[in-house]
């Protein structure tokens, strides 16, 4: 079974610093995809970053980047500059192998950018 | 805009009714799935298809029974609904989840909230 913790239920970062939001996996597979999706009030789910688990580089889209640790089995996400709307719940996410494309969500982390 | 409606958006029903919920694609994908989002449980997997007539349980598939006779749309049917059932559920959608250029990212819709009084 894989399984997703976010250790942090809630996180708060003053505009323009940096935040980083942690999560930890397990997975049997060899073959798998992380990711971090944000919902922001509005619920909508957004797919933020995803990380290819043969890739050892670490996935960075605009102020978004993730640490990949495969060892330790560790995927934090660095918000850098954060900005008011990115206030959101974010949600790690495992997926891959013989599993159909299901995903396995962690809790969620609810970050809030204050002024 | 991953072209993936939810109907209703909102329901409010009572318990021991029968509720069933749509998803409806525009893209074509063959990998579909609905979710439910409860506090402090994220995202869990009620249930999923692979294709056509093609359909899978989840995590947390009691209660919960799909169909799926095109490939855009997908149903989700709470046979007898409880209050246990109130919740926020979510359909998504997946590109590709084997061979060449697989991705298995997921693209979700906008959610329906359903109470269950």
């Known amino acids: 079974a894989q399984t997703v913790t976010q250790s942090q239920p809630e996180m708060s970062v003053q505009e323009a610093e940096t935040v980083t939001l942690s999560c930890t996996y397990d997975?049997?597979?060899?073959?798998?995809?992380l990711f971090w999706y944000k919902q922001p009030p509005s619920r909508q789910m957004i797919l933020v970053i995803r990380?290819?688990?043969?890739?050892?580089q670490n996935a960075t889209e605009n102020r978004f980047s993730v640490n990949f640790q495969k060892a330790a089995k560790s995927f934090s996400l660095k918000i850098s500059d954060s900005q008011l709307g990115d206030t959101a719940m974010y949600f790690c996410?495992?997926?891959?192998?013989?599993?159909?494309?299901?995903?396995?969500f962690g809790q969620g982390t609810i970050l809030t950018v204050h002024p | 805009d991953a072209g993936i409606t939810q109907s209703p958006r909102h329901k409010v029903t009572e318990t021991g009714t029968p509720v069933t919920l749509r998803c409806h694609q525009t893209?074509?994908?063959?990998?579909m799935y609905w979710y439910r989002q409860d506090p402090g449980h994220g995202l869990r997997l009620i249930h999923y298809?692979?294709?056509?007539?093609?359909?899978d349980k989840g995590e947390v598939s009691d209660g919960y029974s799909v169909s799926r006779s095109k490939t855009e749309d997908f149903l989700l049917t709470l046979e007898s609904a409880t209050s246990s059932q109130t919740s926020v559920y979510f359909c998504?959608?997946?590109?590709?989840?084997?061979?060449?250029?697989?991705?298995?990212?997921?693209?979700f819709g906008p959610g329906t909230r359903l109470t269950v009084t």
């Open positions: 990380q290819e688990a043969y890739k050892q």
């Open positions: 998504a959608i997946s590109p590709t989840v084997s061979g060449t250029g697989s991705s298995y990212e997921q693209y």
């Open positions: 997975t049997s597979e060899n073959n798998y995809y």
């Open positions: 996410a495992l997926g891959g192998g013989t599993s159909y494309g299901k995903l396995t």
């Open positions: 893209e074509n994908h063959r990998y």
């Open positions: 298809s692979y294709g056509v007539k093609d359909t």
